[in-house]
């Protein structure tokens, strides 16, 4: 766990993502949970980015009975860990409830899911969420009871009589769009479950709703970040690959090995592309622990400058670490290679770059050759850079550098 999100934890905290809906509205056979969002379903996204923070202890997935198995499945071909698989309900609400009974006494006294002091529910049709606002609502949800995310509104919201003719419209500005995540103090909202009525579990869609008029609690509103999104429509999985190609294509991570020479490189290409990109971090060696927290962070595209006398073996172990680490990545990782470049040994080089490049493409892992003259001056960064830039530029993607 990062240091920064140990001290902040929120204490005892879990997760339930209502996953149980047909989609209608997107259209089509598959719910939209379980479409392909760059060829990983939609859910297993948004359950990546709740892996992802380490505070939270369980993860509860609300699935409808017809998919429980499909659920399992994926939760098995991509590795997601802390996740429990719950039957969903007729209606969201009813969903989400579902969910939180798998805490409650009866259910959970004599199994290892303990009874959250804070629980966050999120849609599972929302893949983008990042770890820094869902303490900002843990946090807050354990100060006041409650906490919801908004967004400003992008259209007026108006009112129709029953003949469908203008009642009244709200003023935009005070008004705000609900999103999620949510959080609560779980007594709040598990009460507010309990003590709601039919009609709010068939027609309701604010749990902040249900918190106030059952709980009597007010929620703190907190603005979140423009992704927050819920996928929705169609154009609402487009919108969400290009979302997720764009911040794979800007991360950077440069890695160079222990010696002098490398270190220094890596710090001069580091200060020469951190204008271009967003750059992770140097590190000093493939095998120590913190490079996994940078790829944790997913990183997705590597340049790897292999030492002079080395036989691409820097390129080697971080094909081998890479595919330990992503054992599905369903969008490629680019390797581009870098050598430097001996008129003696040109031609076997290519060779050996093209070899590897063959292999690794099995484990979608798209390896590059940039070959770089070899006179030791800092001539060789600019050339790195310039060839980069080339590379960046057709490959359209971002690179680590290890040396
Ligand atoms: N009975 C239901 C209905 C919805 N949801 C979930 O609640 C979230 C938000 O709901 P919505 O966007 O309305 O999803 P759907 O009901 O699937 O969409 P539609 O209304 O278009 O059918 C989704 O993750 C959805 O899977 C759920 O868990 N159980
Ligand atoms: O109404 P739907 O079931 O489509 O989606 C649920 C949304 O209403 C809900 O996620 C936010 O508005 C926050 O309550």
Request: overall charge negative; hydrophobic content about 40%.
């Amino acid at each position: 766990m990062e240091g920064g999100a140990e001290r902040r934890s929120p204490g005892l905290c879990a997760a339930v993502l209502p996953a149980g809906g047909c989609g209608e509205r997107l259209g089509g056979s598959t719910p939209k949970q379980f479409c392909p969002v760059l060829g990983r379903p939609l859910i297993s996204h948004t359950l990546e980015a709740f892996e992802r923070v380490s505070w939270i202890q369980d993860i509860i997935v609300v699935v409808a009975l017809e998919s429980l198995d499909l659920m399992k499945a994926i939760i098995q071909k991509y590795g997601h860990k802390r996740i429990t698989v719950v039957k969903a309900g007729e209606t969201r609400h009813r969903s989400i409830f579902n969910g939180l009974k798998v805490f409650s006494e009866e259910c959970f006294a004599g199994t290892a899911i303990q009874k959250p002091e804070v629980v966050i529910i999120h849609d599972a049709v929302r893949p983008f969420v990042d770890e820094d606002f869902l303490l900002k609502m843990a946090t807050s949800a354990k100060l006041y009871g409650a906490a919801g995310a908004i967004r400003p509104l992008v259209s007026t919201v108006i009112a129709s009589t029953s003949d469908g003719y203008l009642d009244y419209s709200l003023e935009r500005a005070k008004h705000r769009a609900s999103e999620m995540p949510q959080a609560f103090q779980f007594d709040v909202i598990y009460q507010a479950y309990q003590q709601c009525t039919d009609y709010d579990l068939d027609f309701g869609t604010e749990c902040l709703h249900l918190a106030l008029q059952y709980s009597n609690t007010k929620a703190k509103l907190i603005e979140g970040p423009p992704d927050l999104w819920k996928v929705t429509y169609k154009r609402d999985l487009y919108a969400a690959e290009s979302v997720i190609k764009e911040r794979i294509s800007d991360d950077l991570c440069i890695v160079t090995n222990t010696t002098e020479e490398s270190i220094q490189f890596g710090v001069l290409l580091h200060e020469k592309l951190h204008l271009h990109f967003n750059v992770k971090g140097v590190s000093s060696n493939l095998f120590e622990n913190h490079l996994e927290n940078i790829f944790h962070e997913k990183c997705y595209s590597f340049i790897c400058i292999n030492v002079q006398e080395s036989e691409f073996e820097e390129t080697h172990k971080l094909i081998d670490l890479l595919q330990t680490i992503y054992v599905c990545s369903s969008y490629p990782l680019v390797i581009v290679s870098v050598s430097y470049d001996e008129c003696n040994s040109r031609s076997n080089k290519l060779s050996k770059i093209q070899t590897l490049a063959k292999d690794a493409r099995k484990s979608n892992i798209l390896v590059y050759g940039l070959l770089i003259n070899s006179h030791k001056d800092n001539k060789q960064c600019h050339c790195v850079c310039e060839g980069l830039t080339a590379a960046a530029a057709t490959l359209s993607l971002s690179l680590v550098i290890y040396a």
